[in-house]
């Protein structure tokens, strides 16, 4: 008797607004009383809903390749929904030989008018019918349309895709908007207290310099007005190839899928370029050019004193990116640069959540904890199909930039030397719980499906990779971090740059040209 | 090449690919599973078990047999039960969670979580405090003895404990849960630094601080009128008795839901909960507290400051409360009116007429409807940002759209449109174990039980023209706003004026 009186205690209390459910104001049509009971109790007469029992089956990835060179690939996991997408070959990375910026528009113009649907709206109208949304994203690799939608409006989906994909009638008033939109895009990255695609972007075109993944990903204000329509169906024309693309899906019968790729990706008629040729630019071609590591630098001087949009003021930061190359996706050593990325860890030195957030990483334990006047230093690891670049983010005031270099090149030298066991493990076992968790996610597994298909033609399961992080051995470590500091560096740095150190002085050191590797000479330490 | 899974945990880049619009960050975050259509609906999800253990704590579950999982527990306890006096004290305790129990030092709580892969999280809002882990499913029996741990052994002060505890001794019971707690007063005294730094934090942030001052003057003089993190002299003296005291009113069985959600097992997890919470008192020996009305009133706050790019604006009327059917027409409503970003584009989110007047008008930078729910009242309104000579203007577009909803009739085919974003939106929001744990255990505390989404989509049905009309002016028309305005809002018509906006001469 004690819990009811708790619950009536803390509960039973008069409540304004709340409706007596005698009289009843608003349903005189007889639609039943629905719209007067509380929530917190069942409707009256609504059949209890009969669920579905779980354990999940074992997944597998089903593939296959149409006669034109499609790949559909779809993995039937448990769920109402699907997540269904196509991943094209197509991104910044290859817009060398176009104005950059065309991933960037064609991401803002996705789902607008097709040959079939008028505007977007119609679009929505019919995928909203099935509990349905949209989204086009672009990487430096990638562009993914993807929708999720309940399956029974597979069909629907599917031909919005092939209509979105295959036959845009790019509209002077959508340009005009994509443009607009790419605009405000490019503003509010700039006036984004947080940095970081700005810092991405910078070290990547330090990294990579004028080739393939250095190239600018989002569209260079003086571009906006460069970019026009026949631009764009060319550039659609020579990427947006059946072979250069995977129909990915996740949640439905590949059977299906199959004969739905084949009815809308194959029979219906051709992509618009095909058909109207005077759309396009023929003297404009596909670029399949290898990334190039290069190294170098990008530096912005910029004045970062006033940052915040709001009265609080923020501290004056400036920023760098140190990276070195790592390895792309498909090297043996991928797995290894994954756990070193995961145990070097880091993040803000203040921020929210609790034990789990890395704290143990050695950004934070030989970092973030020794100095407290570095305001954030984080790892990060991209991978691409043909190289990749791992690189430190830290910030502090522009005064300590020079320490702020010296304390980070010495984590990066420290690699190479004593990996602990406990440490190691704790990084593996944090990789494999991220990776698992990411999964739990359905959009996740579309996209982690899409990618793997697109790259290799099939997909290994996260348990291959669970096992393959588990084998990782401090030998590797040290054996991607020595391959590692060979590469030339890349550093990019951007706010008040008067304290930074000279590039060539960094990479010496890097190299170990400063003296025997001078990694112990530095601040006293 | 699980390149991607990678990359994505390395620099989290693409994360955001189909999340739903998020219709307003503070929304009634409602419901659960998945049925296609009403008579035999079939919930392609599994069933929500719930057991209610002697003591009062209820255990709800989903199990969707994956290896890893959410576990947590949701307390019915947050700011709304201070006073003035101790306001700060329930995020306190949340800070605290974490700095070691009498078995666990501060790092070995740490090094025993990141050495397992999981994580552990804490927030607390005006109604709820919430304690929860991430982890591998096969880890689920220590996630849970981490939990119970924080949550009743925690040191609070570990040399003192013994004196306090016996002076706010209420019952046999109250020594067992805080017999490990140790709640240091040296780390209570560390804390409160770290919390200072928070408010910072929450400072920058412009939407919280809009959302902190509307609370301000719609709830003047209430307790949902504080904040959650307390003023700062607050944070300055709070101690370990007014975090003893706060443990003992509020953390009692009833008032504790411990929610599942990923590979978990209910008969499992009900073991373990009552290992590791069969000892939580159920009973109050002193005064029953009790949860004071909040009475809303419509009035308003500007903070003027021209050195400022961006004028950020909240105006809201007084919403319902969680349990109320009401509830259901104010979020369609909400979906009616939308979200909306300039970087989407023109295109973006055309069922909203406002998205469209704003893209071909270029009247705001953003703009996000909200329906926050508490217990016995909410707030309903609308949120954006925009330039110094648009307020004016967005102002008068939000208000008009506002008295279409009660005045002239929404076409059946906008409010069809309406209905099936917000269904769409409520189901793709459950994605992974941690938002679904989260809907549980919310649901748990606000309903008293988890709804099954056929019941919720056939509610959402219910909604026609008359009933999203009815609803809509019984809340809207001809009331009073609260408003909170941050920025250069000189612009910004005088509260009479805006007043007058809230009813129509055209019927």
């Known amino acids: ?525 | 090449m699980a390149a991607r899974v990678f990359k994505i945990v390395a620099s989290r880049p693409t994360k955001l690919l189909l999340q739903p619009f998020k219709t307003g960050t503070r929304l009634a975050r409602c419901q659960s599973a998945k049925a296609a259509t009403y008579e035999s609906t079939i919930e392609n999800l599994p069933e929500t078990r719930v057991t209610t253990l002697d003591n009062g704590v209820r255990v709800a579950t989903e199990d969707s047999g994956i290896p890893t999982c959410t576990v947590g527990l949701w307390i019915d306890a947050g700011s709304r039960f201070e006073t003035a006096k101790n306001n700060g004290t329930a995020h306190f305790l949340e800070h605290m969670a974490f700095k070691g129990t009498k078995k666990r030092s501060q790092t070995d709580l740490e090094l025993e979580v990141e050495n397992m892969g999981a994580h552990l999280n804490a927030y607390t809002s005006r109604e709820q405090t919430v304690y929860y882990a991430k982890s591998f499913s096969k880890d689920v029996n220590k996630a849970m003895d981490i939990l119970s741990d924080i949550l009743q052994n925690s040191t609070l002060g570990e040399q003192e404990i013994e004196s306090s505890l016996l002076s706010y001794k209420t019952s046999e019971q109250e020594i067992i849960i805080l017999r490990n707690s140790t709640l240091g007063e040296q780390e209570i005294e560390r804390e409160r630094g770290v919390i200072l730094r928070e408010m910072q934090e929450v400072d920058t942030n412009l939407q919280e601080v809009v959302f902190d001052h509307l609370h301000a003057v719609a709830y003047q003089g209430t307790p949902l009128g504080r904040t959650i993190l307390g003023p700062t002299e607050n944070i300055m003296t709070i101690n370990r008795n007014d975090l003893l005291e706060y443990i003992g009113n509020h953390y009692k069985g009833p008032r504790i839901v411990l929610a599942g959600a990923g590979g978990v097992d209910h008969d499992e997890l009900v073991k373990h909960a009552q290992q590791y919470f069969g000892n939580l008192g159920a009973g109050y020996e002193g005064k029953i507290p009790t949860l004071e009305t909040c009475r809303f009133t419509g009035s308003e706050v500007r903070v003027r400051d021209d050195t400022m790019p961006l004028a950020h604006i909240a105006i809201a009327v007084e919403g319902c409360g969680w349990t109320n059917p009401d509830n259901i027409a104010l979020m369609v409503a909400n979906t009616l009116i939308g979200s909306w970003d300039r970087s989407f584009g023109a295109g973006a989110n055309m069922a909203s007429q406002l998205a469209s007047q704003s893209a071909s008008m270029n009247l705001c930078h953003s703009f996000q409807s909200f329906n926050t729910c508490y217990t016995d009242t909410g707030l309903w309104g609308m949120y954006f940002v925009c330039e110094r000579d648009q307020v004016e203007f967005m102002m008068t577009a939000v208000q008009r759209e506002w008295m279409r909803l009660c005045r002239r009739k929404i076409s059946p085919v906008e409010l069809e449109r309406a209905k099936r974003l917000l269904k769409t939106n409520m189901l793709l929001q459950l994605d992974g174990s941690t938002p679904a744990c989260e809907d549980i255990g919310r649901q748990m505390l606000c309903y008293g039980r988890r709804i099954p989404f056929s019941e919720i989509e056939a509610r959402i049905d219910a909604v026609d023209t008359r009933v999203l009309k009815s609803v809509c002016t019984k809340y809207l028309y001809d009331k009073c706003p609260a408003i909170a305005a941050v920025g250069p809002v000189e612009a910004l018509p005088i509260y009479s004026r805006l007043r007058s906006e809230m009813y129509s001469l055209q019927v």
């Open chain 1, 1 to 525: 008797m004690v819990l009811r009186i708790v619950r009536n205690g803390c509960r039973n209390l008069p409540r304004s607004g709340r409706r007596s459910f005698s009289s009843n104001p608003l349903n005189s049509n007889g639609t039943g009383d629905i719209t007067n009971v509380p929530l917190s109790q069942p409707i009256p007469g609504l059949p209890p809903p009969r669920f579905t029992s779980v354990k999940a089956s074992k997944n597998e990835t089903q593939v296959t390749v149409l006669d034109n060179g499609l790949t559909v690939a779809t993995e039937n996991v448990f769920g109402q929904f699907c997540t269904v997408g196509v991943l094209i070959n197509s991104g910044s990375r290859y817009e060398v030989a176009y104005p950059s910026g065309i991933s960037h528009f064609l991401e803002k113009i996705a789902f607008g008018s097709t040959t079939q649907f008028t505007d977007k709206d119609q679009i929505l109208q019919e995928l909203e019918k099935h509990g349905g949304i949209c989204d086009c994203q672009s990487s430096r690799d990638t562009l993914i349309y993807a929708m999720s939608a309940e399956t029974r409006g597979l069909q629907a989906v599917v031909n919005i895709l092939s209509e979105v994909i295959n036959r845009p009638t790019i509209t002077a008033q959508e340009l005009e908007d994509a443009k607009m939109a790419v605009g405000f895009h490019i503003q509010g990255m700039e006036l984004d207290p947080n940095p970081e695609p700005i810092l991405m972007e910078m070290i990547h075109q330090a990294a990579f310099r004028g080739n393939t993944l250095g190239l600018p990903h989002r569209c260079p204000p003086e571009n906006i007005d460069k970019i026009e329509k026949n631009i764009l169906y060319t550039y659609m024309k020579n990427f947006h190839t059946p072979e250069r693309m995977v129909l990915a899906g996740v949640g439905m019968d590949h059977e299906q899928m199959v004969e739905l790729a084949k009815e809308h990706f194959v029979k219906k008629h051709k992509p618009i370029w095909l058909e109207q040729e005077n759309l396009i630019d023929t003297k404009m071609s596909v670029d399949n050019s290898l990334a190039q590591y290069t190294g170098g630098k990008v530096l912005m001087e910029k004045d970062l004193s006033n940052v915040s949009l709001g009265p609080t003021p923020m501290p004056e930061l400036a920023h760098i990116v140190i990276g070195l190359e790592s390895c792309s996706h498909k090297d043996d050593d991928f797995i290894s640069f994954c756990v070193l990325n995961m145990m070097m860890g880091g993040g803000g030195s203040f921020s929210a959540g609790g034990p789990g957030k890395g704290m143990y990483t050695r950004l934070y334990l030989n970092v973030l904890n020794r100095f407290h006047w570095i305001h954030n230093a984080t790892c990060y690891n991209h991978a691409y199909d043909d190289s990749g670049l791992f690189c430190i983010h830290a910030s502090s005031h522009p005064d300590q930039l020079s320490d702020l270099v010296e304390v980070i090149v010495r984590e990066l030298l420290n690699t190479t030397s004593f990996v602990d066991k406990t440490e190691l493990q704790r990084a593996k076992t944090q990789l494999q719980s991220m990776l698992l968790m990411n999964l739990e996610s359905r959009p996740v597994i579309f996209e982690d499906v899409g990618r793997q298909v697109l790259t290799s033609g099939h997909r290994k399961q996260p348990e291959y990779f669970y096992d393959l992080i588990g084998k990782v051995t401090p030998q590797d470590i040290q054996r991607v971090a020595e391959r590692m500091l060979t590469s030339k560096l890349s550093l990019s740095a951007l706010g008040s740059l008067a304290n930074l150190p000279d590039y060539e002085n960094i990479q010496n050191t890097l190299l170990g040209k400063n003296g025997k590797r001078s990694r112990f000479s530095f601040l006293g330490l």
